[in-house]
């Protein structure tokens, strides 16, 4: 709707349709034949009928939907449905087949037996136990007598199994706790629940949680506060849910997607990557009267509506039951599209203005890569310094390698000069090499040094332009690249020929020219200053911590031999600008 007006907006409707029809398709992949032991009464959706396996996890993350369709006196046929009651049963058995003795399940048929994937579910399962006690559907005593089973166990497993990552302590141990305390109380509860909540949370005063800083989960995470908000008396938890939500905001790129280079979780370099979701913004909207939270809503109802994933922990049928959120009389306000942020606390820049934005960053360690990956060949670090968009034209990451080392350019921090100029720095370290002959406590550890180092200011213009003077120095003649890695839907040519299709995983060598990246809309970024390479050789990334993009992009590379000085400008061209 237009922004900066005022009326009552009520999604019940919209949230309806979209839950309906949902639960039909759910209803329809649910795997029926008796004579699949495995299978029966799960999701049989795309994935599992590739791999012949109803995951647990969906299958009982997604049940919740269904009940909320069946619950709906305005759902037609599927309103208590006895072909529907019938299913509900079968999952009922699978939910029992499936989950073990301890309270766990697996995922994707693994072994693992902990809480987190058992938990996920229990919000959502919670909150139609709670509908379904209080109605006259038919079954209601046996799915309700599975439900408590199920979730009752559950807290067991979370008394007894500890979380694996930042977000699951929220979202995947004390908020389901919490939501299945106000159902089936126990004594015990209260310790655990405030023995966690005495950590901390772990998020900075930009709004970054600084041990996942990934966009997808962000979302959550703030679905555990969410929970431990609710049923835990703990409504301050919701000024750092909003305090992300701006983040999140400051973050979009303007294509819409989520910035995730900064990403510690398998979502780094993501194309498409959600950073916005309906009823965290919904809430919030509501909540803190927020007109640019309501917009956010309303852009994601409608990628809903138009085929996104109806996405919740808990049904949003059942988050519309509050009436609150249906007398929705926020003053719409536009998205923020102009942004600067110097990060306090993480090495991190942020710039948008319109159609084109930037950010910078560097990676000090102390993450989940420095914990399990040990140092040899050099502790894993992100090579990855810079993404720049402009409208569809895009350069999801800018990086340096060279030979030997570490590997390449990986700074630690972001140093600001008076005049606004970014500069990243590095002193390749070398590695610890171990032993493996013998004896070894003779000839190992023992430190391999490297003497490269590098440099990079990052200077940008009011109109959005960047330049970039790299600098390599140490020994001469070590083989050095500077890539450009491209979004592989875009076009690239030299300025003076017709651009081409760039190429999933595609390489091209730079040979002088100067550069135009064409995205999608017509947007386009000239890159200028690239010399012409004097080698083919591709120097790898086997101790960076690489992620999705290092697997699309198609590479724009300039292969040369240090000594290296190097002067880069990023032009930017938006669609509807002279072309």
Known sequence: MTTGTATIIDDLAAVQDLTRARARYLLDCMVTDPSDNINLGGFWEHEAQQQGYADTRLSLFWMPTVFAAWLDPQAGDLYHSETALAKIRLWLDFLRRRQRADGSIDMWGGGLAAAPEAAFAVPGLCASYQRIVASSAPGRDEICAGLEHYIRRVKDVIHTTFPFTSNHRWTAYIGPLAAAHQLFPEDRDAALIEDYLSDGIDIDSDGLYYEERSPNYNNVANWGLFEIADNWNRPDLLDLVERNLNLILAMRQPCGEAETIYSHRQDRGARGARGMEYWLFKRMAVDRNDGRFATAADMCLRAMQQGDLLHSFVPLQFCLDDQRYRNDSVVREPLPEQSEIRFAEAPLYRWRDGQVAMTAVADPGGHWWDITQGDWGGLQRSDAVMSYHVGGA???????????????????????????????????PGWNHVAHFRPKDKWGPRHHPHNMAGSLRIKRDNAGAVTLDYSVTGWDMVPVSVELLIRENCQLGAVDAAPEPCTRRGRSVATGASYRVVGPDGSAIRIEGL???????????DRAITGVAEQRCHRLVFAGFSPLVCQLRLIPDPAGAEQ
């Open 394 to 428: 895009i350069i999801d990451a800018i990086k340096m390698h060279w030979k030997g080392g570490t590997g390449g350019f990986r700074p630690e921090a972001i140093r600001y000069d008076n005049d606004g100029t970014l500069v990243l720095v590095y002193a390749d």
């Open 531 to 541: 010399p012409t390479s004097q080698h083919r050789m591709q120097l790898g990334e």
